[in-house]
T-cell receptor, first 116, second 111 residues
C-alpha cells in the first residue's frame, strides 16, 4: 500500500513569493499533521486536521501560514510572502486515529523549502 | 505549557557500546511513542507504550514507561552502525490528541 506522499520534494523560491505544499495521506487515515523541521532540529508542530476540520492551528508561526484539507484526504499548506526563516523541511504525517486511542503517525518524505 | 524534555541532545558512542535516551514530561501521559529518524530521512514509528511501568523489547532496543507515566527511556545494547540517527519520544497528555515531541537525541557512532 502507498504511504504518505508529499510534493514537491524540493522547492526553491524567492523571498516574498507564495508557495503551496501538498500532502496526500494514507487512505482511510482521518488525522493529518503538518510539522516543520529546521536542519538538525526537532519537530515543530504546525497544525492538525481531524477530517476536514482543524481543531488546533496553534502551531502556525504567523498569519502568512494557512492550511486546508478537502474531502478528508489531501491537504495543502500555503505560505504567503515567504521569508528566509521559513526555509526548512515541511513534514506531513497521517494517523488512523479513533476517539479511544491514538495510533502511530506515518510520515511523508517531506518537502525541503529553500527561500533565497 | 506541556513539555517533553529529552536528554541528551547528542550521544557519541563507540560501536558496540550502549546508548540511552531519556524523556520527561511535565504532565502525566496517556501513552508515549518512540520514533527514529535516519540522517536525511523522516521519522519512523518504533513503538508505543501505554501502561504504567511497561517495558517492551525489540531485539537490542529496550523501551520503558515510568510508573507515574511521566518519563520514558530507550536503551540500545551494543550499538551498530545501523542504529545511527535521531531518536524522538512523543507523548500524549491525557485525552489530548496532539503528541508533544521531545527534541530528539542524536546517536553518533565514533569512527
Amino acid at each position: 500500500g502507498a504511504g504518505v506522499s508529499q510534493s514537491p520534494s524540493n522547492k526553491v523560491t524567492e523571498k516574498g513569493k507564495d508557495v503551496e505544499l501538498r500532502c496526500d495521506p494514507i487512505s482511510g487515515h482521518t488525522a493529518l499533521y503538518w510539522y516543520r523541521q529546521s536542519l538538525g532540529q526537532g519537530l515543530e508542530f504546525l497544525i492538525y486536521f481531524q477530517g476536514n476540520s482543524a481543531p488546533d492551528k496553534s502551531g502556525l508561526p504567523s498569519d502568512r501560514f494557512s492550511a486546508e484539507r478537502t474531502g478528508g484526504s489531501v491537504s495543502t499548506l500555503t505560505i504567503q510572502r515567504t521569508q528566509q526563516e521559513d526555509s526548512a523541511v515541511y513534514l506531513c504525517a497521517s494517523s488512523k486515529e479513533s476517539t479511544s486511542r491514538v495510533n502511530e503517525q506515518f510520515f511523508g518524505p517531506g518537502t525541503r523549502l529553500t527561500v533565497l | 505549557g506541556q513539555q517533553v524534555m529529552q536528554i541528551p541532545q547528542y550521544q557519541h558512542v563507540q560501536e558496540g557500546e550502549d546508548f540511552t535516551t531519556y524523556c520527561n514530561s511535565s504532565t502525566t501521559l496517556s501513552n508515549i511513542q518512540w520514533y527514529k529518524q535516519r540522517p536525511g530521512g523522516h521519522p519512523v514509528f518504533l513503538i508505543q507504550l501505554v501502561k504504567s511501568g511497561e517495558v517492551k523489547k525489540q531485539k537490542r532496543l529496550t523501551f520503558q514507561f515510568g510508573e507515574a507515566k511521566k518519563n520514558s527511556s530507550l536503551h540500545i545494547t551494543a550499538t551498530q552502525t545501523t542504529d545511527v540517527g535521531t531518536y524522538f519520544c512523543a507523548g500524549l497528555p491525557g485525552s489530548n490528541y496532539q503528541l508533544i515531541w521531545g527534541a530528539g537525541t542524536k546517536l553518533i557512532i565514533k569512527p
